[in-house]
């Protein structure tokens, strides 16, 4: 009777933890190919973010499950999405048009353009000295973490 109870235990475990670990999606150890002339690397400025967690991550969440994105990065500070995509599969418009529609269109997109270096020359009243503008350049890195699965590490552990 102990034994039937040990075995019973064991089993009910070992379906919480599959269940709980198992999403039934695709596994997303997957690799997919993607040729270099179909990689498209696409830089939107994004307005109508109010938050960190909540606007820029649903954004970020939403466009990495279109099937033919491969990277979603989306930085709230700046105002920036990062997204890498194989244009054989989506298009930059569906990409555009799937941001929008988040939030019931709380969100608009337009092209990210970064500060060029311009060497204006500006002449001097005083002296005929030309002095260039700078325009800093500001590298935006955006954080990436994952969570670990706690089952898995805990199944280590035993």
């Keep these: 009777m102990k034994r039937i109870k ?13 269940s709980c670990s198992y999403s039934g999606e695709q596994d ?6 993607v040729t270099k002339e179909n990689l498209t690397v696409a830089d939107y400025a994004i307005e109508g973010m109010v938050c960190a967690m909540g606007c820029a991550g649903t954004i970020e969440k939403d466009v990495a ?26 298009t930059e418009k569906e990409i555009i048009a799937k941001i929008e529609s988040i939030a019931d269109g709380q969100y608009s997109v337009d092209k ?14 005083t002296n005929d000295e030309v002095e260039e503008e700078k325009i800093t350049l500001n590298n935006v890195s955006l954080p990436s973490f994952k ?6 590490l805990l199944l280590d552990q035993i």
């Design 6 to 18: 040990k075995i019973i235990t064991v089993l009910l475990v070992a379906t919480v933890v599959y």
């Design 28 to 33: 997303q150890n997957t690799s997919v190919e």
């Design 65 to 90: 499950a279109l099937t033919g994105v491969l990277a979603s990065k989306v930085d709230y500070e700046a105002g920036k999405g990062h997204f890498e995509f194989d244009k054989a599969v989506i």
């Design 112 to 125: 990210w353009e970064e500060e060029k270096a311009i060497g204006n020359q500006i002449e001097s009243d």
């Design 147 to 152: 969570v670990p699965n706690l089952f898995t």
